[in-house]
């Protein structure tokens, strides 16, 4: 029996042994071909099933042995992840809060196992970040996106480029690390994975999903093998911080057109509601598009939305703070890049967003470790992954209420460092939804906290 990788995909031509390909995992009959396939995922199941019964084959799939440096010293709750992930067969997720040295974890992984490695992130920022981190250990680092394309043993790539890559380099890494791995069947798509034949897999995220979610992460990666929130580490791997959250009052112009806007909006989703009990969100979106009146419903919405992103108060709240926190490393994190770019014309502060190039980024983000500028201010771009152990300060001046997205921006000043204790603001409109998705990211956060919220 012969077994080669094509395009994604692993070829089981059929055996002259007896054994039946259609009873082997994932194969199917491709007519276009006139041969038995697979995806490439399936790959260690085969061999498997192969040694089994002591069926004979040949492979072409590269040898993913490779000689990698030593692996970096852990602390003592990144030991016990590995080991977790090792002990699971090298298959699932490791959640560790933001800020707890994940990347090292699976740069010990990748020494560890001593094969190649294909490191997936979602963002550019991410992909800078990773290779930079690899390289303190490990040599001839490659990189796929934001006009990288080189492929070496152990390559950092974006979704998107990985994507793009898998059909032809999907047999080349016998290890596949998700950083974000919440993201694997979003963001990260299942498909991907599945063109990989990496037989290990490990998964990194702060915030494990749940539901379908959770179904799909297990599915191409693994369950969850280790996990710790960040009141488990404060004040050891993490730094201290207070939580303060900030009301914030609309000025009676700005408090009625929100109120009309609202009105508008709640008098369409009230009537959905009746008519569609427990329906989606996503269902009444649909629905209105197709009216008239439900368009107009959205659009008030949003309208409604945008208010809440940079009244006159959080303009003036946003001032204070950074003039009382002058002389330490803020990030101000917004609801949209409209707002980012409205701070950072105010304040004289660098944006950070997916639209600013590779170059200015990296430029920005130097000055900021270097102490050269004290705030950077974004949407979404900084909420993952960013590793800047010298921000002390977040100032949430808006956002959904999701806790994943909450947990993810406190972690960026979690980093720890000696002294440093951390302090997180969030701005909330009172009487606004702003109040309701400050309450919903609390929740997210874990009890350590409670004490340090006023």
């Not at 490191?119 to 390289?135: E, F, K």
């Not at 806007?261 to 329906?279: I, L």
């Not at 949209?336 to 502060?349: I, P, Q």
Request: include cysteine.
């Amino acid at each position: 029996m012969q077994i080669r990788f094509d395009r994604g995909t692993i070829l089981v031509d059929r055996a002259t042994t007896g054994l039946d390909p259609a009873q082997l995992p994932g194969v199917v009959w491709d007519p276009r071909v006139q041969t038995w396939r697979a995806p490439a995922q399936a790959y260690a199941s085969l061999l498997g099933r192969f040694a089994d019964g002591s069926v004979r084959y040949s492979d072409t799939t590269p040898d993913h042995r490779t000689a990698i440096a030593s692996p970096p010293d852990l602390r003592w709750y990144q030991r016990e992840a590995l080991t977790a992930w090792f002990a699971a067969q090298r298959h699932g997720v490791i959640a560790l809060p933001t800020g707890a040295g994940k990347t090292r974890i699976a740069t010990a992984a990748i020494a560890e196992c001593g094969v190649s490695a294909l490191c997936l992130v979602p963002t550019r920022v991410l992909l800078d970040q990773w290779a930079t981190v690899l390289a303190r250990h490990l040599d001839n680092i490659g990189r796929l996106g934001d006009g990288d394309r080189r492929v070496t043993p152990v390559t950092v790539a974006t979704y998107a480029s990985a994507i793009k890559w898998a059909p032809t380099i999907g047999d080349r890494f016998g290890l596949v690390i998700v950083d974000e791995a919440h993201h694997v069947g979003a963001e990260c798509p299942t498909e991907l994975l599945e063109m990989l034949v990496a037989p290990a897999r490990m998964g990194l995220t702060a915030t494990p999903p749940d539901g379908d979610s959770a179904a799909a992460l297990e599915r191409a990666i693994g369950s969850v093998v280790y996990t710790l929130a960040i009141d488990d580490l404060v004040g050891d791997a993490l730094a201290e911080f207070d939580l303060t959250t900030i009301p914030i009052r609309l000025e009676p112009s700005e408090r009625e057109r929100y109120d009309a806007a609202r009105a508008v909006f709640a008098v369409a989703f009230s009537a959905f509601q009746r008519r569609q009990p427990g329906a989606t969100w996503d269902a009444f979106v649909k629905a209105a598009m197709r009216t008239g009146e439900g368009r107009r419903a959205l659009a008030a919405w949003r309208a409604s939305k945008a208010m809440l992103a940079y009244p006159a108060d959080k303009r003036r709240v946003l001032r204070e703070l950074l003039v009382r926190h002058r002389d330490r490393r803020a990030l101000v994190f917004t609801h949209d890049n409209r707002t980012a770019y409205d701070v950072a014309r105010e304040f004289l502060v660098y944006p950070i967003t997916h639209e600013i190039g590779r170059k200015e980024r990296m430029r920005a983000l130097a000055r900021f470790i270097a102490g050269e500028i004290n705030v950077l201010v974004s949407a979404q771009v900084l909420d993952e992954g960013l590793d800047v152990p010298e921000a002390e300060i977040a100032i949430i001046l808006g956002g959904s209420g999701s806790g994943r997205r909450h947990v993810q921006r406190i972690g960026r000043v979690l980093r720890p460092a000696p002294g440093k204790r951390a302090h997180v603001y969030e701005l909330a409109v009172a009487g606004t939804v702003d109040v309701d998705s400050v309450r919903r990211r609390r929740q997210a956060i874990g009890s350590a906290t409670a004490a340090v919220m006023s």
